[in-house]
Every structure is written in structure tokens, then in C-alpha cells.
């Protein structure tokens, strides 16, 4: 629930016009009104897998596939796990360790027709895997050195959240690969490159908005928060998702603008569109102000505005908002779609009543069902109209 005592003296002052400047959001691009775009309640919905079955313990990635499987990281686990339409565990791919088709730490898993790709943070390796479960390659992204100065990874809670993607690796359709062009203390240009499966490079994607960077400065970033302003170290993060209507084209997704912009594999951007506030979104903007000013030293969060998504064989954008950890936020989930050229449509809000709904989904298009994890460990399916 939004704290409504800072949202009435925040309004008394400002002009939304003025609110928009401080969250950095530019108004060139961003309407200077609420968005009236529909919203759409979904209440019903089957429980896929339930958490008294113990086939879950925590999972962190879905993505649901061109063969109507499911497809879920299982942090609990140490693996992937294939899931048929009757939510039965077909097989399950690599595991914990440092082997051929082993991982430490998961940030993101694609697929593409012919393989499953799983991307290991921490010993930066992307590892494919046929659809039968078989290892078939792996691709090492790191530079010269990285591997030694890498940290054990950090014990994961048990409660399912969602990855951080920004900035991380990312698999296209036809199993090019964008890597992150620049790391802490490197100069920005370009956030990602694009490079073949044996890492020749292709062309570079994208710009670094305005403001933007990647190194942490707790002084200044305790002084935007303090002026209600988003911090350099998040303007420039950005997640890419494929557009399967165009298999050489993707959306990159600026989570703090916020707004979307349209690619081509060669680097040509096609447009940009500023995403509207909604009072969902504005939600998100207030509770990231309020607990950021509550955090000690250089303790900060995420700025979850949006954190997901995936789009349709039309070219429909589906992003999920994010969510923080507190008893002021709803159970229930918002996920936004967007047209084929990034105009805010229709609004969908997953209801529960009795379990915290997790920014962790993926979209039977076919079956007009949207898959979602429960804090409990659970997979719910809510059915949807196109």
C-alpha cells in the first residue's frame, strides 16, 4: 500500500511534471499524465504445481516453451527442471558444480528451438543443452582473469525472487549471444555487444542513457535519494527480450526511464517510446524512495520497476513490475503489455488473496495462460483473453 501521508505532501508541492523530472524520467519521451490504458483483473487460475508435492523448493526462473513445456531454475535443486503440460518433472538438466554442463550460480535461462541455454554468473559460462537433456557446448564470456578474483557465491534465500537480469547475458533466437559491453570502471558506450555463439563480434547495441553508470558512488547516490532523484548507477541498466515476431530483433528494457527501445541485430534502433505512469508504477517509485532513505551506509536496493518479460508471436511486450519485500506491498501482480511499437495497451493484475505472487512468469500464448510463482514455491496458471 502506497504510504498516502508522502504521497499528499509530495502532490501538494510538485506538479507531476516536476515528480517526473525528480524520478529522472524524461518528459520528452514519458506522457505528462497517468496512462488510462484498461486493466484487466485475472482472479481465476489452476495451481500447476503445488508446494505440498515437494517438486519445487525455489524457483527463480519459468520460461515456457514453443513445445507447451515448462521450464523452471530450481535453486533448491541445483537444476532445470522440464515440466509437461500436466506439470509431471520430464527430465532435468546439468547441476551444482564446476564440471562440463555444471553451475554455481544461474542468472538467466533462454530457449530457442533446438537448445536450453543456462547462464552461470559466476564462473561466466553460457551452457547448451539439446532438448533431450544432453550437454552440448559451452561458451566462456569472462575476460582474462576474472575467474580468480570471483567470490564464493552468497547463500540464496528461500523465498522466491526474482533474478537480477540487467546488464547480464542474454540469448537470442538464432543463438547469437549479447554480452555486457562494459564492466565497473570501463568507459560506456554501448551497454551490450552481439557476438556469435564462438564469440566473434557482430556490432554493438544500444546507448547508455544520459547520467548513467556503472560504477557505485554511495556519496552521490545518497544525495539523489535524499533530492527524490534516480541514482546514475541505475539510469544505466537495461534487459533485452526477444521479439519471436522478428527473430534478428529484440526490445532493451531501461527499468529506471522508464521506456522501451526497439533493436536490430546490426544495431539499428527502430524507436524508443517513454513508458506512462500508472499507480502501480508510481508504487513502485515510492516504496524504492522510502526504503532507500531507511537503509544505512551503503546499504541500497534494486530499483524494481520492471524486471521481466516476453512477447508474443505478434509482437506484444508482456513486463511484469516488481515487487519489495514488505508488509505494505499487495499480494497480488501486475504485468503490463505493450504493442509491437511500445504503447502501453492493456494492464493485467493477478489477484491472490492468500500468497505473495512473484514477478517470476511465463506466458502460454496458445493457451492463453499466465504461469506465476507463489512465495510458497507454487505454480499458479491464470487464464487471460487476447
Keep these: 500500500m502506497v504510504n498516502k501521508k508522502f504521497l499528499f505532501s509530495f502532490y501538494t508541492k510538485f506538479t507531476l511534471l516536476a515528480f517526473l523530472s525528480l524520478l529522472g524520467i524524461g518528459c520528452s519521451s514519458t ?12 482472479k481465476e487460475y489452476t495451481t500447476f504445481v503445488s508446494y505440498s508435492e515437494n517438486t519445487l523448493i525455489n524457483p527463480l526462473l519459468l520460461r515456457y516453451g514453443s513445445n507447451e513445456h515448462l521450464y523452471i531454475y530450481d535453486d533448491g535443486k541445483n537444476h532445470v527442471l522440464e515440466l509437461d503440460d500436466q506439470g509431471t518433472v520430464l527430465r532435468t538438466y546439468g547441476g551444482a558444480g564446476h564440471g562440463p554442463g555444471e553451475f554455481l550460480l544461474i542468472n538467466n535461462i533462454f530457449l530457442n528451438g533446438n537448445y536450453l541455454y543456462v547462464v552461470d554468473q559466476v564462473q561466466y559460462r553460457i551452457i547448451r543443452f539439446t532438448l533431450d537433456g544432453e550437454l552440448d557446448s559451452s561458451m566462456n564470456y569472462g575476460r582474462e582473469g576474472d575467474l580468480q578474483a570471483l567470490p564464493p557465491p552468497a547463500p540464496q534465500t528461500l523465498v522466491p525472487r526474482a533474478k537480477d537480469i540487467n546488464n547480464q547475458p542474454f540469448v537470442m533466437q538464432t543463438g547469437n549471444v549479447l554480452l555486457p559491453a562494459a564492466g565497473p570502471g570501463d568507459s560506456l558506450a554501448s551497454p551490450y555487444r552481439l557476438v556469435d555463439w564462438e564469440g566473434k563480434g557482430i556490432s554493438n547495441i544500444g546507448n547508455i542513457p544520459e547520467g548513467g553508470a556503472l560504477r557505485m558512488d554511495t556519496e552521490n547516490y545518497r544525495a539523489a535519494i ?9 539510469k544505466s541498466n537495461v534487459f533485452p527480450v526477444s521479439d519471436p515476431a522478428n527473430s534478428d ?7 529506471a526511464g522508464p521506456k522501451i527501445a526497439k533493436y536490430t541485430a546490426a544495431g539499428k534502433k527502430r524507436w524508443q517510446q517513454g513508458i506512462p505512469l500508472t499507480t502501480e508504477l508510481d508504487s513502485v517509485y515510492t516504496h524504492f524512495f522510502e526504503i532507500s532513505r531507511e537503509l544505512p551506509g551503503n546499504g541500497r536496493v534494486g530499483l524494481n520497476t520492471y524486471v521481466t518479460g516476453v512477447a508474443n508471436r505478434e509482437g506484444r511486450l508482456y513486463l511484469a513490475l516488481g515487487k519489495y519485500s514488505s508488509s505494505s506491498t499487495s499480494k497480488n501482480l501486475w504485468i503490463h503489455e505493450f504493442t509491437d511499437q511500445g504503447k ?3 494492464r493485467f ?15 502460454d500464448f496458445s493457451g492463453r495462460r499466465i504461469f506465476v510463482v507463489t512465495e510458497k514455491a507454487e505454480v499458479r496458471a491464470y487464464s487471460f483473453e487476447n
Aim: proline share 9%.
Design 226 to 234: 535524499s533530492e527524490q532523484k534516480i541514482p546514475a548507477l541505475y
Design 349 to 363: 493484475k493477478l489477484v491472490s488473496e492468500d500468497v505473495n505472487l512473484t514477478p517470476i512468469f511465463g506466458i
Design 249 to 255: 530483433e529484440f526490445y532493451f528494457i531501461y527499468p
Design 344 to 346: 502501453l495497451n492493456r
Design 31 to 42: 506522457p505528462s499524465s497517468y496512462s488510462n490504458a484498461e486493466i484487466t483483473e485475472l
